[in-house]
């Protein structure tokens, strides 16, 4: 009822552009932005199962994600470019439900999961991310 997880997660990339054309009153630049980012690291969780008829369980996470997180800016004022990135690391509270169906050695899951955080609020910021994983488990 009680199980230990490990995983290597990538939590995708992230990318924003915005394009302006900003004033002072007397004269107008065009001002081209685009924000990129990306991160990915080690998970490990805690899951507690609760089993229900026919192969069935529901279950609760619990864990810590170890993200590394590449950022970048790439600003375009009148066709003149400037960029700026950073990279930094960061410790990620984790936390999910899911439901879970087994069948011989394999489970199909299907996981809803939060990590709170990810990032460096100085230097990449920091963003909670939400997703929905289907997956599966092979047990040996």
């Not at 230990?4 to 932005?33: F, H, P, R």
């Not at 439900?97 to 609020?121: E, H, I, K, N, P």
Request: no cysteine; hydrophobic share 40%.
């Amino acid at each position: 009822y009680l199980a230990v997880e490990a995983a290597y997660v990538d939590l995708g990339d992230v990318e924003y552009k915005y394009d302006a054309v900003v004033s002072d009153g007397v004269t107008s630049a065009e001002v081209a932005t685009i924000f990129s980012g990306d991160s990915a690291g080690p998970m490990v969780s805690a899951l507690g199962r609760l089993p229900l008829a026919a192969g069935w369980d529901v279950y609760g996470r619990l864990g810590m994600y170890f993200g590394s997180e590449d950022s970048s800016v790439d600003v375009t004022v009148d066709g003149l470019s400037e960029s700026f990135s950073d990279s930094s690391s960061s410790e990620a509270f984790v936390w999910g439900v899911g439901l879970g169906f087994t069948s011989g050695r394999w489970t199909a899951r299907l996981d809803y999961q939060q990590f709170t955080d990810v990032g460096d609020s100085d230097a990449t910021g920091d963003v909670n991310v939400n997703r929905i994983v289907l997956g599966a488990v092979y047990r040996y």
